[in-house]
């Protein structure tokens, strides 16, 4: 199953990525190498085309396995420590309460999560830490108000994830910029979906368009007012 390779050694490749080694071979030969290569292995291809192939193979499986994404890996976890940390400490329950005193409709619940978002994407600096972070605040407010779950997390995706690529300082923009080769705030105002569906959003909340209500049984059904068989689930 392992083509020869031990259990260590598949280990070792799924952490630290696998070297492959034929296709690497092939995407460095050139004229009669690659010729005598491709023989050697029982390849019929053009060797152009069998250059333009091991290089991609090569990019695609020595990208450095999970090693190579430990960044992205951490920075998920810290950011579950420091939700629950601010959870543990009472401090998102003074934060939510703080700003869900004055709002008692759908539209104002769902706006709330969106400025959070956005403001975690401006002062946070990672799109992860923008859904986690809101998504831990507003948890228990949805269960209150008889929302169903997927209504904060549309909510999350909707501006934590969308109005991520458009702060320069956020990873989601630097990654953006760095790959097309083009500033963030100059292709801002052309990602129209990114700045708009917060919008949209909010204002068909406002307009009770689309709302889940999550029920007793654990259902969710749509409606423009808390059913009474969401009501009692409720508190």
Known sequence: VFQGNG???????????YEAQLSAEIAGAEGDALLALLSQHNLSMA?????EV???????LTRGGL????????????ALFFGG?????????????????RIKTVGGTMGAVIVSCLISNLFLG????????????FKKTFEEKGLAPRML????????TLTSALVPWNTCGAFQSGALGVPTLVYAPYAFFNYLNPIVSVVMSYMKIGIYWRTKSGEDVVAKELPDEARASAS
């Not at 940390?85 to 005193?101: D, K, P, Q, R, W």
């Not at 997390?153 to 934590?160: F, K, N, T, V």
């Open 7 to 17: 259990l260590g050694d598949i280990i070792n490749a799924l952490h630290y990525g």
């Open 126 to 137: 990672d799109q992860y830490l923008s859904l986690v972070v809101p998504g831990r605040m």
């Open 153 to 160: 997390s549309r909510a999350l995706e909707d501006c934590g």
């Open 54 to 60: 091991g290089n991609i193979l090569n990019d695609l």
């Open 85 to 101: 940390a601010m959870e543990a400490c009472g401090f998102l329950e003074t934060i939510v309460g703080a700003m869900m005193s």
């Open 67 to 78: 090693d190579s994404m430990m960044w992205t890996i951490s920075l998920i976890i810290c």
């Open 47 to 51: 060797p152009e085309m069998a250059t």
